[in-house]
């Protein structure tokens, strides 16, 4: 799997775009590093909300969620973001669209088989439903750009 953040097929941008592509590159990290307080929120409400865990303190104290945080969601995020910045620019083809369901598929069970070294089955699924709302945010973020930035 390609640890690239990024999928775009550069050879459909005009050129206005690929230009900002550049500049992308560098917001899509200032974008996620606002989002990291919500994401952190996030694995907190689904550890204790949805999969009803007692004591979060395995979570927090894992040697797992700096990995968690500065990697996988990180990856995530970005997918998410360059995902709905393509739609929102008439950009995602079928390929496209299945590269980035493949991608994304990979990315949540390299983070799930790495979470399972550290972490219980229940630990570990607060992580992957966060990461499912983590790519979610970086649509939001990729739509709210695309609409306040990229386009004109």
Same mark, same amino acid.
């Given at each position: 799997?390609?640890?690239?953040?990024?999928?775009?097929?550069?050879?459909?941008?005009?050129?206005?775009?690929?230009?900002?592509?550049?500049?992308?590159?560098?917001?899509?990290?200032?974008?996620?590093?606002? %989002?990291? !307080? /919500?994401?952190?929120?996030?694995?907190?409400? *689904?550890? #204790?909300?949805?999969? =009803? +865990?007692? &004591?979060?303190?395995?979570?927090?104290?894992?040697?797992?969620?700096?990995?968690?945080?500065?990697?996988?969601?990180?990856?995530?995020?970005?997918?998410?973001?360059?995902?709905?910045?393509?739609?929102?620019?008439?950009?995602? %083809?079928? !390929? /496209?669209?299945?590269?980035?369901?493949?991608? *994304?598929? #990979?990315?949540?069970? =390299? +983070?799930? &088989?790495?979470?399972?070294?550290?972490?219980?089955?229940?630990?570990?699924?607060?992580?992957?439903?966060?990461?499912?709302?983590?790519?979610?945010?970086?649509?939001?973020?990729?739509?709210?750009?695309?609409?306040?930035?990229?386009?004109?």
């Amino acid at each position: 799997m390609t640890n690239s953040a990024f999928i775009v097929d550069e050879t459909m941008l005009p050129q206005d775009l690929q230009e900002k592509l550049k500049i992308l590159k560098t917001e899509i990290a200032a974008y996620y590093s606002e %989002t990291i !307080p /919500l994401i952190f929120e996030t694995l907190l409400e *689904v550890a #204790e909300g949805e999969m =009803e +865990l007692m &004591n979060t303190d395995s979570i927090l104290e894992s040697s797992f969620l700096q990995r968690f945080m500065d990697v996988h969601y990180l990856y995530l995020f970005a997918d998410g973001f360059t995902f709905s910045m393509q739609q929102e620019a008439g950009m995602m %083809t079928k !390929p /496209l669209k299945k590269a980035f369901s493949k991608r *994304v598929k #990979e990315r949540l069970n =390299e +983070l799930k &088989n790495e979470a399972l070294q550290f972490l219980n089955i229940e630990e570990t699924e607060c992580f992957t439903l966060t990461a499912y709302k983590t790519f979610e945010y970086g649509m939001e973020t990729g739509k709210f750009f695309y609409k306040t930035t990229l386009k004109e």
